[in-house]
């Protein structure tokens, strides 16, 4: 295929057949063009902003047994918390004081939480005029409904994979239907829906991100995170090969360059296995980041993957550091919300 006609018409249309995606995904002839040309659609269509949402980690007590992930509650080598539901209000207290406009409160599927203690969490915060994103997993359509009337605006649950037989291989117990359900429930109660998936799973094809990327079009969704897989030593999946930066800045590009006005995320496991990951993700079509305020030893025992960025810092010194690299590049911090504005073609 003629990778730069492929594109220029990503570019201009927004548009790629299933066989062009792959065709892009498979080329390395031509990465700086497709990287730059999703940058170009970033600034395009949502701008120079860049949104900052504070990460708060309240539990990394998960019921579920993800293969991937070090949270599983088959690992024994991790030392389980929970943040009581004031401790939960108080660091989101102290991150709307570092100017965060929008917290992320994401933990493992902990029962303990119950639809009381979340409705208590999210009416404090919101007190605070912070948009409220929450990623906590599968739930009921009651629980998400619950969690809407509270107040939670976002919400954020990767699909992980859309090769169904793949995702029930390696998340065993759940279904891929009730993945689906979740998020369709998520788009009907009104709440912003962020999905995305692992990049470089154990016997995960091009053609399945490809189809990863078509199925974040179909569903509409607003965010898109993805970011590669990061073998974890604890977990069945500790002597896979993981997912590479260039892969992921491919992905991240054809995202933006397939959905020119969502929100996409320079994630933390991009900067884990690249030392500069978060800024190549903002110049290949990212236009948010997610920096942790979670406090003390909560940070390194959120142990999804090994080699976390910045397990030992404080929440100002991440709020400090980032805004200090995304100046660097000529970016600015986002003093809005950061709601999606949906915006036609250009
Ligand atoms: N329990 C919730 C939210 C916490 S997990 C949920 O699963 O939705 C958040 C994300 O961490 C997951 O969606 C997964 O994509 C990512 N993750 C888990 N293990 C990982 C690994 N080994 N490498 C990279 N990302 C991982
Ligand atoms: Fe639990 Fe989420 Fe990890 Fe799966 S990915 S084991 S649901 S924390």
Known sequence: MDIPALIAKAETTHTLAKDEIVALLADDAHTDAL????????????????????LIEFSNTCRQNCHYCGLRRDNAAVVRY??????????????????????????????YYTVDKLRHIIGEIKKLGVAVTLSIGEKTCEEYSAYKEAGADRYLLRIETTDRRLYEALDPGMSFENRLRCLRDLKTLGYEVGTGSLIG???????AIADDILFFRQID????????????????????????????LKVVALVRLLLPDVNIPATTAMETIDENGRIKALRSGANVVMPNVTEGDYRRLYAL?????????????????IGGK????????????????????R
Request: charged share 20%.
């Open 221 to 248: 969704a607003d965010m898109i995170g993805v970011g590669p897989f990061i073998p974890n030593p604890d977990t069945p999946l500790a002597a896979a090969g993981g997912g590479t930066i260039a892969l992921s």
């Open 82 to 111: 929970r943040l009581e539901p004031d401790a939960v209000i108080d660091l989101a207290r102290k991150a709307h004081g570092y100017g965060y406009k929008t917290l992320v409160l994401q933990s493992g599927e902990d029962p």
């Open 201 to 207: 799973l154990p016997g995960q094809t091009l053609a």
């Open 305 to 321: 993957y090994p080699g976390k960025i910045c397990v030992g810092d404080t929440p100002a010194h991440c709020r400090a550091c």
């Open 326 to 345: 995304i100046a660097a590049i000529g970016r600015r911090v986002a003093a809005g919300h950061g709601f999606r504005q949906k915006r036609t073609a």
């Open 35 to 54: 990287l730059a040309a999703a940058d170009r659609v970033r600034r395009l269509y949502v701008g120079d902003e860049v949104h900052l949402r504070g």
